[in-house]
């Protein structure tokens, strides 16, 4: 039985699918957010190496029937573009008949896959221990980046620090 496990940049932080034999499916916008940040970057390659890592992008329409449902529920959230294409990849293979589950620990992934009847789970109950890396991120368009680099390389701005919560098993790793 085909069943897939679509995974966003919550789970890349979490280390879940570089414990794991298993196949995850992702977006390559969820990729781009995550390969600004080196420590990632080369993993991430050794996955897709592997084929541990899928990379597909839902069809423009789910994308576009997402960001409609988002704008609904503002309130609790702004989901980014990446955010908006992890769900939409749900919705795609959900109507392609795949079974599919979104794992993610971001609650406004959570929300709008809910309402949206798409399965999901989170990663809060697995027991994950978690430590931290700094990284800096611009304020503006939200584009996360290596802690050396100051400014931002799309819209110029001053970047600010912030600490990335990120599994413990995945630091311990570090080459
Ligand atoms: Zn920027």
Request: glycine content about 4%; charged content about 20%.
């Amino acid at each position: 039985m085909d069943f897939r496990s679509i995974i966003d940049s919550t789970a890349f932080y979490a280390g879940l699918p570089f414990h794991s034999l298993e196949c995850y499916y992702t977006t390559d916008l969820i990729l781009n957010e995550l390969n600004r940040i080196t420590f990632f970057r080369t993993r991430i390659e050794t996955l897709l190496n592997t084929n541990r890592l899928l990379i597909q992008n839902p069809l423009p329409i789910y994308y576009s029937k997402v960001q409609t449902n988002a704008k609904n529920i503002e309130k609790i959230k702004q989901l980014s573009s990446a955010d908006i294409s992890i769900i939409a990849l749900a919705l795609d293979f959900k109507v392609q008949g795949i079974d599919n589950c979104l794992i993610s620990d971001d609650y406004g992934v959570q929300n709008l896959a809910k309402i949206m009847n798409l399965e999901f789970n989170s990663l809060l109950y697995t027991g994950i221990k978690y430590s931290g890396i700094w990284i800096n991120f611009c304020p503006y368009c939200r584009k996360l980046f290596d802690s050396q680099i100051k400014t931002c390389s799309d819209c110029g701005s001053s970047l600010k620090k912030k600490l990335k919560r990120i599994s413990k098993d995945m630091l311990k790793n570090i080459d």
